[in-house]
Each structure stands twice: as C-alpha cells, then as structure tokens.
C-alpha cells in the first residue's frame, strides 16, 4: 500500500504537471491574443538577397504567412531579381518594386514608408552592413546567418540597434529544431540538473553542389561568398547552427556570457584536391591559397566556470553532420548516443542510454506540439525554418524584441574572430567582449518578450 507521504509526493507532482500545463496553454493563449489585437494590418516586408536561399525565404513568407506583403525585393542580378517579382506577383497577385541598379541600391530600397521590416539574404561579407543601414533609415532587420561577419559588423549592429531602437533578428533556425527545443524545454523542467558542459557543431560538406562541380570556385575560377569564407580567415567563420542551441541551454546573455576562447584546426588540404581535380593543376584556381583548415575546433569558456565546445567544417569528405551534447549535473542529451536522466528507467547496475524517442513526446515544445503539421509542411530544414520565420513576423507585427536578438548575433558570430586570433597565436586564450555592457548579469532582463523560452513553464 501507498504510504501517505509517498502519495502527497505524488498528487504533489501531478498539481504541479497540471499547474505547469496550464501555464504553458495561457501563456500561449495570451500570446494568441496579443498578435489579434496588434495584427490589424498587414506585415510589409522587404526581401535582400534573391539566391536560393533568398527565394526560398521568399516563398514561405508569402505562401504560409498570409498577412504578409511584399512591396519590394532586391538582387544584384536582374534574372534572379525578376524571377524574384514573378514569384510575389503569383502568389499574391501584385508585382513587388525591384531593385539593384548597383551594389547601393537596397538604401533606396531601405527608404521606402511601405515597410515594417526588411530580410536579408545575402552573402555573409555584407550581411552586417547592409542590417546597420536597415536600421539606420528606420527599418526593423532580419539577417540570414551568419549575420555580423567581423568583429567591426557585431560592435556596428548593436550599436546601431541601440542608437535607433529598431529590432534587429538573426535568422537561426536550428535554435527551433524539434530536439533542440525538447532539450530546452528539459533543462526549464530541471530534469538534467544544472547544465554546465555543452557540444556543438556544423560539420557540413559544401566543396561542391550536387552536379559535383565547386561550390567554392565559380565556373569563372572567381571565388564564391563560400569561397572567400575559405580564403580570407582562419576562423569558425559559420558558428551560428551550431553554438546556437548551446548558448541558449547554457544560457548565454541571460545570466551568463562567453569570456575567452581557445582554438585549433587542422590544415586545409580537401578544398585545394578538388578544386584541382575540376580545374586542373595549371588553373588559375589551382593557385588559390585556401587557409582555412578541414576540421576546427572552438573550446569557449563562459563567466560562470561553464564550457562549450565548437567544432566546425565545410570540406570534410562525409555526410551532414550537426551534432549536439548537453551535460548536466543530474543528465545528459547527446545526439548520437540518446538521453540519460537520473533516476528514470528501469533500474540496473550500470547506465543506459535512452533513445531520444521515449522523451520527445512527452517533453515536445508546445511549437511542435501544436504546429509540427504546419511546419513540416513547408519543408525548410525539417520544419525549423518555419518556426523561425513565424518568430520574425510576430516581431514585426507585435513591435517585440526578438528570441535571437543582436545581442546574440554578435556573441555569437564574434567566434569568428577571436577563433582565428587564437589559431594565430597556436592556440592561446583569446578574450571574447561582453556586448550586452554588463547586462547579462541579470538572468531576467530579456524576459519580457514571446519567445520560445517564454511559453515554458520551471
């Protein structure tokens, strides 16, 4: 027979599953609520950028966001610019303004009184600047990753967004992943205990495209965006889909900040073979010096004793990879062995990892939770794009700072920096700035926004 302390701890514990499910569907209801009192209107947004990536963004705003408009779009090449106003003017039956005329026309585009916001889909290098002028002609902004580039572009983002209040959103969709968010979503429960240990990582093959032909090297042996990536540092130069999720477990900014790191790299061989088996070996693209290394791998240390490790490729001979470990002090996710949490499953003498499977049901963010049809449907990285762009439309439309804010942004994306320092200097501790000034003392101080964090309950 149940003792009567043993069954108080468990009417204890389901009032407080209760409690917490109540919470989350007000929480979600209020959010509701909020967007249909604000949501008078359309949202007008402008597109950057009209690559693939670009148009991609572009036909989900406009297929599956229905109170979204787009008055103009822009692109430096006229056929992917058309292709960009055809789109629009099919699904939504009025033909966006076009710009392009040359590499400055976007301010023109930025000047226009018929937009709340503007995306940008463009190639890293000018990501950041071309945000700091969106802002600066009163425009909220959305970078695609991986946003600031340089050390200069992360100070001239938040200084800008600081100077005109407008928001500013990195476009981070594996932030919203299913199991990412499932693990945010644990840690909020305190079912792995305190986090304090976390891996991360972009191990991602892009030397050539699916015909086989470089992704690095344009068919003129000119460099891609890509390309220069390679070229010009030695950094984690793409850290935002993998130290993402982590920062955000750990919870960088809001209670806690990077301080310094350490990094290594292997030398760059792979990018060079296959540029040479395409072009041959008296090509002007045989000549090109490509000083990123194959494999890199980023050890952050974080203010409070806490440790992240990034590792981080775009030439490795092997599949997709994007792997991630939280380690906690009663727990562990890893994504390639399953989850461990103390004191759940059968009993036996030694620990067991899990399938992620047996917990992602129960512990599902409500976004899944509730819109995983929705979101799957739209096809963008398994469903995460979707989540993202819904996020940077509620900013618009609800006048709200964004999860993944230029705070964010530059903590982040700073990596790229102070990683290619480090390799510079055979791997000394390189300090990382506090962007937020002191702010991220306090765990609290962005609380005050929808977020995926704020429909959670713990």
């Keep these: 027979m149940m003792s009567e302390c043993a069954s108080n701890r468990v009417n204890r514990r389901r009032f407080l599953q209760q409690g917490a499910a109540a919470a989350t569907s007000l929480?979600?209801?209020?959010?509701?609520a909020r967007s249909q009192e604000k949501s008078a209107g359309p949202v007008r947004v402008g597109v950057i950028g009209l690559g693939p990536r670009g148009t991609y963004l572009l036909r989900s705003l406009v297929s599956y966001f229905p109170e979204v408009t787009v008055p103009a779009v822009c692109d430096l090449k006229s056929d992917r610019l058309q292709a960009g106003i055809e789109l629009?003017?099919?699904?939504?039956?009025?033909?966006?303004?076009?710009?392009?005329?040359d590499e400055l026309d976007y301010r023109n585009m930025a000047r226009r009184d018929d937009l709340d916001g503007i995306l940008v889909a463009t190639g890293v290098q000018v990501c950041g600047r071309i945000a700091v002028d969106v802002m600066r002609a009163g425009k909220n902004v959305a970078t695609e990753v991986t946003g600031p580039h340089s050390l200069e572009d992360c100070w001239a983002i938040v200084e800008e967004k600081e100077r005109s209040g407008k928001h500013y959103m990195l476009l981070e969709q594996c932030v919203y992943g299913d199991e990412n968010l499932m693990v945010l979503n644990m840690i909020k429960q305190g079912l792995f205990g305190e986090p304090y240990y976390a891996e991360c990582s972009y191990v991602h093959d892009i030397k050539v495209d699916g015909s086989g032909k470089s992704r690095l090297v344009e068919a003129d042996q000119t460099l891609s965006w890509r390309g220069r990536l390679m070229v010009e540092g030695r950094g984690s130069s793409y850290p935002a889909h993998g130290i993402g999720s982590a920062a955000k477990w750990l919870g960088i900014n809001d209670?806690?900040?990077?301080?310094?790191?350490?990094?290594?790299?292997?030398?760059?061989?792979?990018?060079?073979?296959?540029?040479?088996?395409?072009?041959?070996?008296?090509s002007k693209a045989a000549q090109?010096?490509?000083?990123?290394?194959?494999?890199?791998?980023?050890?952050?240390?974080?203010?409070?004793?806490?440790m992240i490790r990034l590792d981080y490729s775009i030439?490795?001979?092997?599949?997709?990879s994007r792997y991630y470990l939280l380690q906690g002090m009663n727990g562990c996710f890893d994504s390639r062995s399953g989850i461990y949490v103390r004191g759940t499953g059968p009993r036996v003498s030694d620990p067991e990892w899990?399938?992620?499977?047996?917990?992602?049901?129960?512990?599902?963010?409500?976004?899944?939770?509730?819109d995983a049809a929705t979101a799957l449907k739209t096809g963008g990285h398994g469903g995460m794009d979707y989540f993202?762009?819904?996020?940077?439309?509620?900013?618009?439309?609800?006048?709200?700072?964004?999860?993944?804010?230029?705070?964010?942004?530059?903590?982040?994306?700073?990596?790229?920096?102070?990683?290619?320092?480090?390799?510079?200097?055979?791997?000394?501790?390189?300090?990382?700035?506090?962007?937020?000034?002191?702010k991220w003392e306090d765990p609290n101080w962005r609380k005050d926004r929808p977020t995926p964090v704020s429909v959670l309950s713990g």
């Design 354 to 370: 899990r399938p992620v499977g047996e917990f992602l049901e129960k512990h599902r963010h409500p976004y899944w939770h509730k």
């Design 88 to 101: 629009v003017k099919k699904i939504k039956g009025t033909a966006p303004a076009g710009y392009g005329k």
């Design 255 to 282: 209670g806690d900040r990077f301080t310094y790191c350490n990094a290594m790299m292997t030398d760059p061989r792979e990018a060079h073979v296959q540029v040479v088996e395409q072009f041959g070996p008296d």
């Design 288 to 306: 090109i010096r490509f000083q990123m290394g194959d494999f890199h791998t980023t050890l952050i240390q974080t203010a409070k004793g806490k």
């Design 388 to 438: 993202c762009l819904r996020d940077f439309v509620s900013v618009l439309r609800d006048d709200h700072e964004p999860w993944v804010d230029c705070y964010d942004a530059a903590a982040w994306n700073v990596l790229n920096h102070c990683s290619a320092l480090s390799i510079d200097r055979k791997g000394a501790p390189v300090e990382i700035p506090d962007f937020t000034k002191g």
């Design 315 to 320: 030439t490795n001979t092997r599949p997709y």
């Design 27 to 32: 929480a979600i209801a209020r959010s509701a």
